[in-house]
């Protein structure tokens, strides 16, 4: 298994861009989710999906999309990129929802804006 | 999202036991403790994570106070690749992982 994999790993914007972070996993997990770590900062949800077809906000959802198609791929879409939204850019995925169900990350995507 | 103390950053000789605290003062009776890591420029890795028992893998040992409040991740014998950030993060059994976050971690330091 490749796990959870993340296209592309650098990213340069200018500001009003969009552009679409993908994110794949191929574990046949439901539950997948969006973070971004700033320096010195912990992880903060951005989006989050709990199967195909279902999405929702974590705690910073504005200015970015989500949709969840199919099981293995949850891309994350920047609508009008914003020198606030760079960052380093994570997925992660489980086969469940509990507490108890591990979560796997991807490699990141370090995305600037100017 | 529960709310985690750990300290910034901490310094370990290679070879000895780096001993991570973290404080969960408002932990409920049924909410999971969790440990993930961080190297340098990679994804969080899951380490162990525990309820009330101590808890051993082959990464590490967990020790959980017997009021809950606070927990100890133990790596028995460091070595350079766990200079890594390390998270404490703690959830319902019944909640959504994926709706955790994480704090800002303790940075662990190996020196040779």
């Known amino acids: 298994n490749a796990g959870v994999t993340q296209t592309p790993k650098f990213q340069v914007l200018k500001t009003g861009q969009s552009m679409t972070l993908q994110c794949a996993q191929d574990m046949n997990h439901e539950y997948m989710s969006w973070y971004r770590q700033d320096p010195g900062m912990g992880l903060r949800l951005i989006h989050y999906s709990v199967g195909a077809g279902i999405t929702d906000q974590g705690e910073v959802p504005n200015g970015y999309n989500v949709s969840r198609s199919t099981t293995e791929d949850f891309p994350l879409r920047l609508l009008s990129a914003a020198p606030s939204q760079t960052s380093v850019y994570f997925c992660a995925s489980s086969y469940g929802p509990m507490s108890t169900d591990t979560q796997y990350f991807g490699p990141g995507t370090r995305l600037t804006v100017l | 999202d529960a709310k985690t103390t750990q300290p910034t950053s901490m310094d370990c000789a290679e070879g000895r036991a780096a001993n991570l605290p973290c404080n969960h003062s408002t932990i409920s009776g049924n909410e999971y403790v969790y440990w993930y890591r961080q190297i340098h420029s990679q994804g969080p890795q899951y380490i162990i994570h525990g309820l009330k028992n101590n808890e051993t893998n082959e990464m590490a040992s967990l020790i959980i106070t017997e009021d809950r409040k606070s927990s100890t991740l133990i790596l028995p014998h460091a070595t350079l690749r766990d200079t890594a950030v390390y998270y404490c993060?703690?959830?319902?059994?019944?909640?959504?992982?994926?709706?955790?976050?994480f704090g800002k971690g303790t940075l662990l330091t190996v020196n040779p």
């Open positions: 993060r703690w959830g319902n059994s019944g909640g959504s992982n994926y709706k955790l976050t």
